[in-house]
């Protein structure tokens, strides 16, 4: 069966166990696929990589929002009523 691989660097479980931080680092920062029996097992995200991911789904779910009030009546008042 194939797979995709959706990185561009990987490594496979023995290197990870062998080495962490090492495998990290190849990655230089992007995401690194984890290769069990030549398949992927997992993805190695450094946390810059998470944090900037975590980042861009919030602000999908804030647009998501925003969408849907789009088109809700709005209420007028002058700065003076506030």
Known sequence: M???ILTDTV???SELKANPMKVVASGEGLPIAVLN???PA???VP???YE???DLIEDLELLEIVRERENEE???VSLDDL
Do not use: D, G, L
Request: aromatic fraction near 10%; glycine fraction near 0%.
């Open 2 to 4: 194939s797979n995709q």
């Open 11 to 13: 490594a496979s479980i």
């Open 37 to 39: 029996r030549n398949e």
């Open 42 to 44: 997992f993805y190695c």
């Open 47 to 49: 946390a810059k990589a």
């Open 52 to 54: 900037a991911m975590m």
């Open 74 to 76: 709005t209420v007028k």
